[in-house]
């Protein structure tokens, strides 16, 4: 968060980590952060880290000098596809939300949303130069950062190194050294399951070192929660209201197993413990 209002800073990001680890959900949770004041998802998400963060920390201060209308989040899901239509997937589809009627009808962002089209129903490639110029106008038009998200960006880097697509990779490079005139910037982050080099396993080795050399112009965040956080966070999201019939209920039926196991467990100190290793042995 404080990366949004400094000046000489890292702008664009990997997360990595396994599937099912919370990288969406994360995303999801930060975009909300960074939308605008009056938007709903806005407010839970700024009571969230009111809740969990202490009150005089530097990231509560950077969500505090957010904009008041927030970032422009262009977020796009990465498919078999080029990145280029991923990223004017993204542009539109976020400029759409965070524009004004009046600004939608500019003839910059009617030519993007018309190449967006083209090159879904026809095939044709968007350049790399169109969605650079894209975020330059962009930024310019809507007046504050835009927060470009790739989610599964590897579909994108499977599809361009079948393809040899060296130009999407190249276009990535670019955005991550992309330093714009002004005070509003672009930001990126990229989601990932593995390495670029993961992706590129394919490719000669010139290439895939070509690849790695790439990524090191991201900043990556290894992506996982330990096991105490993931415990803490099951628990939060289990309803207890209604759980002392279940209760009795299963207490009942483990003390049953249990006389009917008691030779196994006999030399335990408690039933409570003996109740625990005979879930685990059943399991």
Known sequence: MP????TKTNRAWTLTGVYGTGKSAFVHYLTSLCSGQKNKAHQ????IARYFLPEN????????????????NAVATGQQESLTLTLARALTDGAERFLSKKQRKSDFFMRLVDERYEAEYSGVKIKTKTILDALKELTQLAKTHILLVVDELGKNLEYAARHQGQEDLYLLQQIA?????????????????????????????????EWNKIQGRFEDIPFSESPNQMTRLIGQVIDRTKAEPIE???????GEWY???????????SRRISWQMFILYIH
């Open 57 to 72: 920390s530097p990231e509560l201060e950077a969500i505090a000098n957010l904009p008041e209308k927030g970032l422009l």
């Open 44 to 47: 839970v998400a700024l009571d």
């Open 248 to 254: 009795a209920c299963v207490n009942s039926f483990a």
């Open 259 to 269: 006389e009917a196991l008691g030779k196994r467990f006999r030399n335990r100190k």
């Open 3 to 6: 990366a949004f209002s400094e």
């Open 177 to 209: 050294e992309l330093e714009l005139k002004g005070e509003h910037q672009v930001y990126f982050i990229g989601l990932l399951h593995q390495s670029f080099g993961g992706y590129s396993d394919r490719l000669s080795v010139t290439e895939q070192n």
